[in-house]
């Protein structure tokens, strides 16, 4: 990808968007936006119990305590499996390494309609989300080291499994954006962002956090003042 089209990317996706598990917020703040492994690092969980939330499938969210951090989550899976990703799977990858590899990440899409598709899906319609709506340029400026971009939704193998492997995830200047533009329409060009390990400075870029129950609009939890 060229300066030019990462230009053109940021000026169609200016806002980068993360869902949350509901009243998580407070935490991100001060912890900043953590990959599954950098939160397990910090809750200090190691062992069996380790072993099968970052190298097994979630079925289900996980929770986890620490007296001084009190509770966090550790989303789920649910829109992933062994048996499709058994399927999908290239360069020798088996199931575990690539949730070992997911676990590693910060996931954000670069459209509003992606979130909304994952919001307002069965497993999570009816359930409350704490979305992050960030400034895309100015987290890529700060971060651009750690960010990679990927052409499909990696933690989905439903309903078709997209093939994945270890070129699934490439850094800006690796990316093949001008043969997507020939492919896809604005906003699909990329479909994720990732950054690795995390964003512990995640809040100096949210322009806004709110409470969402599928495509509904609970309540505005943040708001970043103007600085006009």
């Not at 590899?101 to 009816?126: E, S």
């Not at 992050?132 to 987290?139: C, G, K, Q, V, Y």
Request: net charge neutral; aromatic share 8%; charged share 25%.
């Amino acid at each position: 990808m060229t300066e030019a089209e990462l230009s053109e990317l940021l000026q169609d996706c200016p806002v980068l968007y993360h869902m949350a598990e509901r009243g998580s917020w407070p935490s991100i703040q001060r912890h900043g936006l953590l990959s599954t492994s950098g939160l397990l690092d910090l809750y200090g969980i190691s062992g069996a119990e380790r072993e099968a939330i970052e190298a097994r499938r979630r079925p289900s969210n996980v929770e986890i305590q620490e007296a001084s951090l009190g509770r966090a989550v550790v989303r789920d899976q649910k829109p992933m499996d062994d048996l499709g990703l058994t399927r999908c799977l290239q360069d020798g990858l088996t199931p575990e390494e690539w949730y070992r590899l997911l676990n590693r990440k910060v996931f954000f899409w670069l459209t509003r309609g992606r979130l909304l598709r994952l919001v307002g899906a069965k497993p999570y319609r009816n359930l409350e989300h704490d979305v992050l709506e960030i400034d895309a340029s100015a987290l890529v400026t700060a971060h651009r080291e750690s960010i990679t971009l990927s052409p499909i939704n990696s933690g989905a193998t439903k309903p078709y499994p997209a093939p994945r492997g270890r070129s699934t995830f490439l850094p800006i200047s690796e990316y093949p954006y001008a043969e997507w533009r020939q492919k896809r329409k604005r906003g699909e060009r990329a479909v994720e962002l990732v950054v690795e390990h995390g964003v512990p400075d995640v809040a100096l870029y949210v322009q806004r956090v709110l409470v969402m129950r599928g495509e509904e609009v609970l309540s505005v939890q943040y708001e970043r003042a103007s600085s006009a």
